[in-house]
């Protein structure tokens, strides 16, 4: 019981962060050391010192795969907290493949909810990127919302092939 509440104190204290340049930004990420828990576009401001941990650095490695265009796919431990609609939306957006998009209806049919849920549930998704919430279109198959900016959206999705560069 002791190690469950030391645990659970721990998540809410600093956690390890790196950041990697992209040719979307400096992207950062942060870690409990076990799990990623966050990829954000903004500076944390905060995170210990010292040396990081394995998943940590393993992150970084498949993030510049990934931006190399030799890594189509993150085989890291996340940690998701949400609501259970919340996780479905994230479950659904993982199913998406590298190179295609789904719209906000067709996942809101999937996860049980409104397109404008869906919406919502990737404003906030933590996980930028490895939960790819890019891959959400409109109905139309025009891009709408991302928490990292439109123009880091088409970057991403052009990147997958996911969109004709000439469209844009």
Request: hydrophobic residues 40%; contains cysteine.
């Amino acid at each position: 019981m002791a190690g469950q509440a030391l645990r659970e104190l721990e998540l809410f204290g600093p956690q390890y962060v790196a950041s990697i340049a992209t040719p979307v930004g400096k992207l950062w990420v942060e870690s409990d050391g076990e799990r990623i828990v966050r990829t954000t576009f903004n500076n944390p401001g905060r995170g210990r010192h010292g040396k990081a941990p394995k998943v940590l650095t393993e992150a970084i490695i498949q993030l510049r795969a990934y931006f190399a265009g030799r890594r189509k796919k993150f085989d890291l431990p996340l940690y998701q907290v949400g609501s259970p609609y919340r996780r479905k939306v994230w479950e659904q957006l993982g199913q998406i493949h590298h190179g295609d998009t789904a719209s906000y209806a067709q996942l809101a049919t999937k996860a049980g909810g409104s397109p404008r849920s869906v919406g919502a549930v990737c404003a906030v998704n933590p996980l930028l990127i490895l939960v790819p919430c890019h891959r959400a279109v409109g109905s139309n198959g025009l891009l709408v919302g991302y928490a990292g900016g439109l123009w880091r959206k088409k970057w991403l999705l052009q990147h997958e092939c996911a969109l004709a560069k000439e469209l844009f």
